[in-house]
């Protein structure tokens, strides 16, 4: 888990400083963010709610039937970004990031969210598809959890906190539970 060094109230530079990660305005160029689902996160804690940001930084997530949200994630601000390369977009539209993010908005604003099957995940790796990100279109949820799990990095110690804490409470008293049941 590798936290981002980010000081409060700064902003920090990427490809040059062209685009700024603001951690306080949750502005993320170019990035997919994460945030903590209340009691799933809990109990599995690679699981969690995913957007995508534009190139300007704002993030945008389908956070309900027929809802894709800007700028308001539906559960809390980003604790874990991952930053992508705009540089691996093969397209010849241009702005192709953006356009790429918008299309894929404007489709998941006409579905029903299905937590296991079409949910925030499958809306990012539509996006990524569009932009054939990395020259691929097989961008999945799975894939996404998994490459977010591995390059994704924590906006502070604080995030590292909010998403681990429950869940090591939780299979500390289960743990707890469970040897008091066995010395009896």
């Known amino acids: 888990m590798a936290t981002a060094e980010v000081e409060e109230g700064k902003m920090k530079h990427f490809n040059g ?3 700024k990660l603001d951690v306080e305005r949750s502005r993320f160029p170019y990035c ?3 945030t903590p689902i209340p009691v ?20 945008r997530d389908f ?9 308001d994630m539906a559960f809390g601000k980003p604790v874990k970004y991952w930053k992508l390369d705009p540089g691996k977009v093969y ?3 241009p702005n192709a990031w953006d356009a790429a993010v ?6 998941y604003r006409h579905r029903m969210h299905n937590l296991c099957c079409d949910n925030c995940h499958s809306h990012v790796a539509m996006a990524l598809n569009l932009m054939r990100y990395d020259n691929s279109t097989s961008w999945n949820m799975v894939k996404l959890c998994f490459l977010l799990l591995i390059y994704g990095k924590f906006i502070s110690i604080g995030a590292v906190v909010k998403t681990w804490l429950p869940f090591v409470l939780f ?8 040897l008091a049941v066995h010395l009896q």
């Open 32 to 34: 997919i963010v994460w």
């Open 40 to 59: 799933l996160t809990w109990l599995f804690p690679i699981i969690g709610h995913m957007g995508i940001c534009t190139s300007s930084g704002v993030i």
């Open 17 to 19: 400083g062209m685009e």
């Open 91 to 93: 397209s010849n539209v």
């Open 63 to 71: 956070a309900g039937p027929y809802f894709v949200s800007e700028d």
């Open 102 to 107: 918008h299309d894929a908005s404007e489709e």
């Open 171 to 178: 299979v500390g008293v289960i743990l707890t539970i469970s």
